[in-house]
Nanobody
């Protein structure tokens, strides 16, 4: 069983940066694939980024490429989502999701564990 806890959401202005974290408990951290999803009000959940903890490789959605990055802090079993040049359309609840021994796939059904989500609001 893996327990995920996000932190770091908040209210920022367009053009600002924000870092959101996802701490993982109850698993060997380097076995995990960890993905970030977001869901804006009235919209479907959207894939944002994914990282293979053991390999360090990442993949991102076109909508955030060049602005958002993800990284790991192995010592703290934490994955960070660094969001730069934020836009009002980035406003959403951001959730991390994890799967042990992840080998591929980014769809929501792939992921076994989900965090509670953290709200990011970007004002114009």
């Amino acid at each position: 069983q893996v327990h995920l806890v996000e932190s770091g959401g908040g209210l920022v202005q367009a053009g600002d940066s924000l870092n959101v974290s996802c701490a993982a408990f109850g698993s060997t951290f380097n076995r995990l694939g960890v993905a970030w999803f977001r869901q804006a009000p009235g919209k479907e959940r959207e894939f944002v980024l994914v990282i293979s903890v053991s390999e360090g490789r990442t993949w991102s959605a076109d909508s955030v490429k060049g602005r958002f990055t993800t990284s790991t802090d192995i010592a703290k079993s934490t994955v960070h989502l660094q969001m730069n040049s934020l836009k009002p359309e980035d406003t959403a609840v951001y959730s991390c999701a994890a799967k042990e021994d992840w080998t591929g796939g980014i769809e929501a059904f792939v992921w076994d564990y989900w965090g509670q989500g953290t709200l990011v609001i970007v004002s114009p």
